[in-house]
């Protein structure tokens, strides 16, 4: 499996789910499981993708206590997730924490913690009460989190150059915000084009709307794989 591609499995029912993992095909994409979809079907609808072959990124983005984050952490490891993530604003010692308990795993999920959501702009940050840029926030957060013991973090491309040219080799860069050129950015804020994406440093894209919302999700994604190839 080579593809950099992750498909949103944002959908409110888990038939809905399994009806586009059946239309699509591990060889093209991994899946990523997130909050909705998670919460209405559970462990079981992460282990039947499995089952159909495809590597899960569960994103649940957990952000609590370290002891609790940790907890959250190893379930998602014990479910055998291909990458499970935090928040990097969870602090340092949330990440260490999380970072510990995958120790005693052979194979242990890739860790990722989230830097600035690609929904936000400068003026949500600002109302937040940070003076920093996106791009400067997720420079800061990436190196925090680096410095913790994660595997890479989640930003948008426009930041990737940046974190390419600063952290360490390895470091993976997981990318949302990722539209085909004309589709709508919805609520998303940093957007760029898949293949944008690649050539600015991102290792791995994560698309929902501009797949699972077109007339022809399998056509898109062939549509997507076209451009970054
Ligand atoms: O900063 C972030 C972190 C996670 N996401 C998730 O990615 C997908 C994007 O969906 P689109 O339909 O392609 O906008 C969605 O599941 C988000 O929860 C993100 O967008 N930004």
Known sequence: MTSPVLIALDYASEAAALALAEQLSPELCRLKVGKELFTRSGPQLVEKLQGMGYEIFLDLKFHDIPNTVA???RAA?????????????????????AADVLQSYSQPPLLIAVTVLTSMSEADLQELGYS??????????AALADDSGMDGVVCSAL?????RA?????????????RLAGDSAGDQRR?????????????YLVIGRSVTAAAEPLKALKQVQAEIA
Do not use: Y
Not at 159 to 163: G, I, K, N, T, V
């Open 191 to 203: 957007v760029v084009t898949p293949a944008e994406a690649l050539a600015k440093g991102s290792d």
């Open 77 to 97: 490891a014990d479910l055998g997730v291909w990458m499970v993530n935090v928040h990097a604003s969870g602090g340092r010692r949330m990440m260490e924490a």
């Open 132 to 141: 920093e840029s996106p791009a400067q926030r997720v420079q800061r957060l």
């Open 166 to 178: 600063e952290r360490r080799e390895g470091f993976c860069l997981v990318t949302p915000g990722i």
């Open 71 to 73: 907890g959250a952490v």
């Open 159 to 163: 930041e990737a150059p940046q974190l």
